[in-house]
């Protein structure tokens, strides 16, 4: 059985900082595209951050610069280090593992979300 638990959301005033950690058990993180997305009240879910199984990293334009998503393979866990954040980044952020090779494409994971809020 697939698990997929998130952490490390909270409230902080705007330039703050946060690392987001995502942990994923039953599977194996090489053959998953891996991404972070967020969710605004009222808003729809947009990607801001992924990983495919090439290594090829992308960031939404309007969080380069401020985010880093990053990997840690031995324990199955994804990070979103966020730095000067901004009011417009506060929204419920969704870890994603979406199946990328032969064998896994037709699977896809999220987590449960951490809520992110920024004050002014």
């Known amino acids: 059985e697939v698990q997929v638990v998130e952490s490390g959301g909270g409230s902080v005033q705007t330039g703050g900082s946060l690392r987001l950690s995502c942990a994923a058990s039953?599977?194996?993180?090489?053959?998953?595209?891996q991404s972070w997305w967020r969710q605004a009240p009222g808003g729809e879910r947009e990607k801001v951050a992924g990983?495919?199984?090439?290594?090829?990293?992308m960031y939404a334009d309007s969080v380069k610069g401020r985010f880093t998503i990053s990997q840690d393979n031995d324990k199955n866990t994804i990070f979103l280090d966020m730095h000067d954040l901004k009011p417009d980044d506060t929204a419920m952020y969704y870890c994603s593992f979406r199946g990328c090779d032969y064998v896994t494409r037709n699977y896809a994971y999220w987590g449960q979300g951490t809520q992110v809020t920024v004050s002014s």
């Open positions: 990983i495919d199984t090439d290594g090829i990293i």
């Open positions: 039953g599977l194996t993180l090489s053959s998953y595209c």
